[in-house]
């Protein structure tokens, strides 16, 4: 089984940047996708970025220009790099994996495709 540990959020003022991590435990090289949700208050979850079951990486247009996503595989840890920061990125951020694997990568920033979560890590934006 796999466990997923976000950490790294925080309160940062707008413009500011933050590098979130996730920290996959068990057997994470048996997961396909891993990929970053976030969830602002009162509203359903959303992806905003992922790594496919073959590598390649998405980040939804709304973000793009400011997040990235990156990967050590040997440490099995995810990241994304926020920069630019905005009081509408105020949200708790969660990393998530699936067990099987899907063709596209944008099925990967789905939450129903989704079968781990991590606990969350809070991201708070001040303007």
């Known amino acids: 089984q796999v466990h997923l540990e976000e950490s790294g959020g925080g309160s940062v003022q707008a413009g500011g940047s933050l590098r979130l991590s996730c920290a996959a435990s068990?057997?994470?090289?048996?997961?396909?996708?891993i990929s970053w949700f976030r969830q602002i208050a009162g509203e359903e979850r959303e992806g905003v970025a992922a790594?496919?079951?073959?590598?390649?990486?998405s980040v939804v247009d709304s973000v793009k220009d400011r997040f990235t996503i990156s990967k050590d595989d040997e440490k099995n840890i995810l990241y994304l790099q926020m920069n630019s920061l905005k009081p509408e990125d105020t949200a708790m951020y969660y990393c998530?994996?699936?067990?099987?694997?899907?063709?596209?990568?944008?099925?990967?920033?789905?939450?129903?495709?989704?079968?781990?979560w991590g606990q969350g890590t809070q991201v708070t934006i001040s303007s």
């Open positions: 998530a994996t699936r067990r099987a694997p899907l063709y596209y990568v944008s099925d990967c920033l789905q939450t129903l495709y989704m079968d781990v």
């Open positions: 068990g057997s994470p090289k048996s997961h396909y996708c």
């Open positions: 790594f496919g079951s073959d590598g390649r990486s």
